[in-house]
């Protein structure tokens, strides 16, 4: 019995960092108040452990400057290859296996009886964050565990760059198993050789992340990493 209300209170701990890391991934639109309000709800269930980087983020969104932190955002994920939230892309890159790793998570979704939401990939990493927390809590760890790779370079990009983003894939990470060996050596692979290269295709439950579209910053919304 105790096994088992340690395992309750694992998952719930999982849910609670997915569902604040999934809001603070979110473009910085008009409802970032909100979000970040639900953020703060949100780390007062957590301990110092987890709560601690996602706070630091919450921190930075809501002392920053609306038009700075958009923009920030989309030179962030969008301009930047070594930060794309899209998983695909790190092991598929611009290749047509990547519409079927795509469709891999769009099916992950409809085995429990969901759409894939409409206006953005189901691949982005906010998305799937957000489908663990609300949705299925094992699938959801399923597909995150399946792209440790992906989401340890990312942390990994994310803290050379010193993005203030790098606090959210720390709590990310505490949810997952470390890196296997094998895993490690596919990610250095990687890292040298870069994403495959070649092109791609692809796309409702219902997401408090907003899709990206051309915003407050002027600067034109790109559906895919570059």
Known sequence: ??????????????????QA????????????????GAVDRILGHLSPEHRDPLAATTS???????????ARYVETFDLRRKTTL????????DTRNRGEAILSFARAYRSVGVEPPEGESPDHLAVVLEFAATVDADVGY?????????????????????????????????TLPAATER??????ELAIAGPPA?????QPFTLTVPPRRTDVTGIPRREGAR
């Open 86 to 93: 899209f998983l695909t892309y790190w092991t598929d890159g």
């Open 142 to 174: 399923r597909l995150l565990r399946a792209n440790r790779v992906p989401i340890g370079m990312l942390a990994a990009a994310l803290t050379e760059s010193e993005s203030p983003y790098a606090c959210v894939l720390a709590a990310i990470g505490l």
């Open 1 to 18: 019995m105790r096994l088992l209300g340690r395992r309750s209170g694992e998952t719930t701990t999982r849910r609670l960092v997915w």
């Open 198 to 202: 070649e092109a791609v295709g692809l």
């Open 183 to 188: 895993e490690q050596a596919h990610a250095q």
């Open 60 to 70: 930075y969104l809501r002392e920053t400057e609306p038009f700075e932190a958009a």
């Open 21 to 36: 890391s999934s809001l603070l991934l979110a473009y910085p639109d008009a409802g970032q108040p909100g979000r970040l």
